[in-house]
């Protein structure tokens, strides 16, 4: 049962992550934390007052933009950011290859020998992957056992 909640989390970020980026980012911002939150709790083994924490602040650092018109600081942190959420739950490396994932994909799809490589809708749906492998990764190594 549990490898296919991993499956609906992988799915649901590269979806929805996507598909935020397509111009419903209401999908990206709201619906991917709302599906993650739904997730986690069937997943089990997580106090709902952590899933619900978690999810909000995931939903709060999908809001944070990294458009043309931040700095490359900015676009950093935001980054650095989306493993925040996952950490309330629980540690894993997934953590730490969430932020060097998404700072990298970032910067090789916007340097111009790479770009071709790195189409956006890619780095988007990478994003969502990786945001998910996270929740799973610390799911195996909670804070909070009950």
Known sequence: MKEFLYIGMMTAGVLLFALGGTGFKWARRFVFPGVMAVLLYFHGGVFPLMILSS??????????????SKTWLYRGLVFASYALPSLLIGWSYWAGILVVGTIGMFALSNFKPTEISFPWKLVEGGYGFLISASFIGALHNTWVVI
């Open 55 to 68: 999810c909000l602040l995931l939903a709060f650092i999908l809001c944070m933009g990294y458009g043309e």
